[in-house]
C-alpha cells in the first residue's frame, strides 16, 4: 500500500461526491487520473483491503428496519449456526464476540415486520433464544479509519 | 419508503438498492451506467442520489474498509446500565468522543441490563481498554454495570442485501 493507496482509501471512506464526473473530481485532488483510482480501488477490493464500494443506503430512512441481535451459541454448535446466518440474506455483518452472547449480527430488512420473520425464522432454524436490541436513539454514526 | 418524494422515486430507490448491493461498478461514468439501467437520463439519476442522499437514505457512496486489514485489530462493543433520566445527555456526549464510532441507545431485556451502546476500534487492546476506562469516567455515578465485548472474528459482512429476501 503506497502513499496513494492510503489518501483514496482516506478519501473513499467519506464518500465519492455527487457531481456529474464524481471520478475526474477525484483524480483532481488527489493529483491522478480517473482510470488510475479505479484500478487501484479495484485491487484493494480484490485482495481484501476493502470489502465493498457503493451506496451505504440507511434502510429505516426507507421505511426498512436494522437491528442489532444476537445469540449464546454452544461451542460445539458455533460453526453450523454461523453457517446458517451466512445463508440469510438479511443478515447483513456477523460477529464473533467474546462473550457468553458470543454471536452478534445486524438485520436489515425492507419493513419491519421482515425483522420480526426473519428473529423468527432464527429461532425456530436454530433453537436459540434471539436478544432482539433495535437501536431507539442514534447518539452517533461516523466509522472511519485514517490510514 | 418514508423520505422519497413521489411514488416513481421509491421504486427508483429498490431497483438503485438491487444494483448496487455487491457495490457499484467502478466505470468511468458510474451516474451514465445507473441511468442506462434505471431507464432515465442521467441528470435525473444525479439528482435522486442527491435527493436521497439529502434525505440520509443514502448516508454516502464510499469505500468500506475491512479494518483488521487496515491495522485496527481490536474492536470493542462497550455496553453501559445508564439512568434513563441522564442518557439523553450522557449519550450525546459518548457519541461526541472522537474514538467512538457508533453510539445506540437499545432496550434493556431480561438477562440484558445494558441500554447504552458505544463501539470503540484500535490496534491494540490496550488502546480499546483506555477509552473504555475514558468513557466510564465520564458517565460516572449515572452508569451502574458495564461491560465491553470484544470481537474475535468476522463470520459475515456483506451490508444490506434486499434482492434474495422473501417480499412481504
Known sequence: ?147 | MSVCTSPSDEGLTRRLIELTEAGLPLVADPWAWLAEELGIDVDETLALLQRLQAAGAIRRIAAIPNHYRLGYRHNGMTVWDVDDGEIARLGALIGAQPFVSHCYRRPRQEGWPYNLFAMVHGRDASDIEAYRNQIRALLGSACRANEMLVSSRILKKTGLRLAGQRRA
Open chain 1, 1 to 147: 500500500m503506497d502513499e496513494l493507496d492510503r489518501q483514496l482509501i482516506n478519501r473513499l471512506q467519506h464518500g465519492l461526491p455527487l457531481v456529474r464526473h464524481p471520478w475526474e473530481a477525484l483524480a483532481e485532488e488527489l493529483g491522478s487520473t480517473s482510470e488510475a483510482l479505479r484500478e487501484r480501488v479495484q485491487a484493494l477490493l480484490e485482495d481484501g483491503t476493502l470489502t465493498r464500494f457503493g451506496p451505504m443506503f440507511d434502510i429505516d430512512r426507507l421505511g426498512g428496519a436494522f437491528t442489532l441481535a444476537a445469540l449464546s451459541v454452544p461451542e460445539e454448535r458455533f460453526d453450523e449456526v454461523a453457517a446458517q446466518l451466512t445463508a440469510m440474506p438479511e443478515v447483513a455483518h456477523n460477529y464473533r464476540r467474546e462473550h457468553c452472547w458470543n454471536m452478534w449480527f445486524v438485520l436489515g430488512c425492507e419493513t419491519p415486520q421482515g425483522i420480526a420473520e426473519s428473529i423468527a425464522r432464527i429461532e425456530a432454524e436454530t433453537g436459540l433464544a434471539v436478544l432482539n436490541l433495535p437501536k431507539e436513539e442514534t447518539f452517533h454514526v461516523g466509522l472511519h479509519f485514517p490510514v
